[in-house]
């Protein structure tokens, strides 16, 4: 079964440093997601992406929060300059279209 | 503000039990709404979803949820829970007006069954 990968799992950075997440959706999908959940909050989304470009954004995906999808397979989340507050699982997914999506497995971001 | 809420933050069953997991959400409109499901160390998986007809839904696993207009409600439903149904379930609901993409996400039910 097609499934969405994260890599990495699990990324250290100091403050003040850029991330860069990876996501690689399901390879007949055209829309993709990032999400967040802080430890014991909701999973709260950030981003819609389609036809190279981002269709949405919540208030949370201020000008420090950038994706990109580099090539046919990668779809990217870049962190600036990381703040402790950014410290969160950050979930990718992707749907053909219809609202929902497939959801990795969550890249576990620490920010120190 | 739309949300999604579910009230309880863990239950704890033995096998066989019948399970409720209540969800409810603040917003009218055309909804959408969803039940996810994330076992110890894995991802979230769609256990099933509502766009519109037939307001009982079913999905993988036995689970089905009832879609309620009148009390806003999406509650989880099992007749009888297994030991591998421990985990953790998410109400959510598409953003009225959103992307396909933009949900909200309750605070998440972990569900405890006792062998």
């Known amino acids: 079964e097609p499934e969405v990968t994260q890599t990495p799992s699990h990324q250290v950075t100091q403050m003040g440093q850029e991330v860069i997440l990876r996501c690689v959706p399901i390879?007949?999908?055209?829309?993709f997601y990032w999400y967040r959940q802080i430890l014991g909050q909701k999973v709260e989304f950030l981003v819609s992406f389609y036809n190279n470009e981002i269709s949405e954004k919540s208030e949370i995906f201020d000008d420090q929060f950038s994706v990109e999808r580099p090539d046919g397979s990668n779809f990217t989340l870049k962190i600036r300059s990381t703040k402790l507050e950014d410290s969160a699982m950050y979930f990718c997914?992707?749907?053909?279209?219809?609202?929902?999506?497939?959801f990795g497995p969550g890249t576990r971001l620490t920010v120190l | 503000a739309q949300s999604v809420s579910q009230h309880n933050h863990h239950v704890i069953l033995s096998e066989a039990a019948s399970l409720e997991l209540g969800c409810n959400y603040s917003y009218g409109g055309t909804v959408n709404l969803f039940w996810y499901v994330q076992y110890p160390g894995q991802h979230l998986q769609l256990l099933l979803k509502?766009?519109?007809?037939?307001?009982l839904v079913k999905g993988i696993k036995g689970f089905e949820a009832e879609f309620i207009k009148s009390k806003f409600s999406f509650n989880l439903r099992k007749p009888s829970v297994q030991w591998s149904d421990t985990a953790e379930y998410f109400c959510?609901?598409?953003?009225?007006?959103?992307?396909?993409?933009?949900?909200?996400f309750g605070k998440g039910t972990k569900l405890s069954v006792k062998p």
């Open positions: 390879s007949n999908h055209l829309y």
């Open positions: 959510a609901g598409k953003n009225y007006g959103g992307s396909q993409g933009n949900l909200i």
């Open positions: 997914a992707s749907s053909g279209g219809a609202p929902g999506g497939f």
């Open positions: 509502y766009f519109s007809g037939d307001p």
